[in-house]
């Protein structure tokens, strides 16, 4: 069987291997203090388990206090990761007096001389309520918990458990319990064999999956509204429209901000850019869910719907109407939103820019009519009228939809 001298040495040289590793993936241009802390963690962590298996031979009492401090030391930092990476608020008034205070409690049992067997048992208890932490704080239940960091917390409560079970076993050791001792001496080394690798590798394959998710929200998401960019919006519409049944249930519409470039002019981009924002959140707020929504650039927007154009016409009347009720502060004056949008209903086999471009001539139709109005291409108008759908009340200044007529 493995002794714990070799157990030791093993274990601290590939715990400052990872550390390594972990140096050279976290050099670059973005600040990642968890993936840095982890990686203090393993050095810390390794430098003891090196101390440790060296001080089997050289005995020193200084030296073995030193690396007693150091594992508490690198269990707090390696929790502080975790912490780092998830982004816990105030865990540094727990942490930092939780790890201050088992620091003095391991000084002062060696300032009263205990004996090593004992000492051995303070370390693992204390080590092993980290790792039991660091367990609970991977598994404790939340929305779309990844299958690795289950893994990891897994190994961590695994950890947990075989620690304690040394210190249980080191307490009542005698030549009766000889077998049975090691026989969890023999757990205890297995896990923490494979908590090493297991967290190594696994809390840099978490940093690399917040980083890809990192990068497909800047590839995916408009920065400035929180909406799909326009290559993510024909994406998510072609997803929308093979989830539909039938490509006549689909809808696209052009949404353009009216007299937008006032704004700028009057009032300064950074209002405009208030402005747009403002728009996007009316917009989602009567959608609720609903259908893609992406910027497609400036002041031009897109929705994609899986409805029939009928439904799709009071949908879009209801956006209108949304936007002019919001008030947008510029200065000392509230300035009123307005929105012109085209609809058009694709059509079997048609591609979505094809459509698009069929609602972007509507969205032209509703600018020449005055703005602050919804048209629909006339193909489809005229299949709505045929329908015979009822005209509804507008409100003053607005054209009603009933008119859904082209405009020269």
């Not at 049975?180 to 190594?200: D, E, H, N, R, T």
């Not at 000392?332 to 209903?345: C, E, F, N, P, R």
Request: aromatic letters at 8%; proline letters at 2%.
């Amino acid at each position: 069987m493995l002794d714990l001298q070799t157990f030791m040495l093993v274990i601290g040289i590939g715990n400052l291997s990872f550390a390594g590793l972990m140096a050279a993936y976290a050099r670059g241009p973005v600040a990642r203090p968890a993936l840095r802390t982890w990686m203090w963690a393993r050095v810390a962590l390794g430098l003891c388990q090196v101390g440790s298996s060296l001080n089997m031979q050289w005995n020193s009492d200084a030296f073995a206090q030193l690396i007693t401090l150091g594992w508490i030391g690198g269990m707090a930092l390696e929790l502080a990761a975790y912490c780092l990476f998830y982004g816990f608020a105030h865990w540094r008034r727990v942490l930092y007096p939780v790890t201050v205070l088992s620091m003095l409690v391991l000084a002062g049992a060696q300032l009263r001389g205990v004996s090593v067997t004992q000492l051995v048992a303070l370390v693992s208890t204390v080590v092993g309520l980290f790792a039991a932490t660091m367990g609970i704080v991977l598994l404790w239940p939340r929305g779309g918990t990844p299958v690795l960091q289950r893994i990891i917390g897994t190994t961590d409560a695994v950890m947990a458990l075989a620690m304690l079970l040394w210190v249980w076993s080191i307490l009542r050791h005698d030549s009766a319990r000889a077998a049975g001792s090691a026989l969890i001496q023999s757990f205890a080394f297995f896990s923490g064999y494979i908590l090493m690798i297991v967290k190594g590798f696994g809390f840099l394959l978490l940093c690399k999956q917040e980083d890809d998710r990192k990068m497909l929200h800047l590839a995916t998401v408009d920065s400035l509204t929180g909406l799909l960019n326009r290559h993510a919006f024909f994406d998510q519409a072609q997803a929308l429209r093979q989830r539909a049944n039938g490509a006549s249930r689909l809808s696209l519409l052009m949404l353009d901000l009216d007299h937008f470039k006032r704004i700028n002019d009057c009032f300064g981009h950074a209002t405009g850019d208030a402005a747009l924002h403002l728009f996007a959140r009316a917009v989602q707020g009567v959608l609720a869910g609903r259908g893609v929504l992406g910027r497609l650039g400036g002041e031009e927007f897109a929705l994609a719907l899986a409805a029939p154009l009928d439904d799709t016409l009071q949908v879009a009347e209801q956006l209108r109407m949304a936007i002019t009720q919001a008030r947008l502060p510029a200065g000392s004056d509230a300035v009123t939103l307005t929105v012109s949008i085209g609809v058009a209903a694709l059509v079997a086999g048609e591609a979505l820019d094809a459509c698009l471009a069929r609602a972007d001539q509507a969205l032209y139709d509703a600018k020449r009519a005055g703005r602050n109005c919804v048209r629909a291409e006339q193909a489809a108008a005229m299949r709505v009228r045929a329908a015979g759908v009822a005209a509804q009340a507008d409100p003053p200044g607005s054209v009603p939809l009933a008119r859904q007529q082209f405009f020269a």
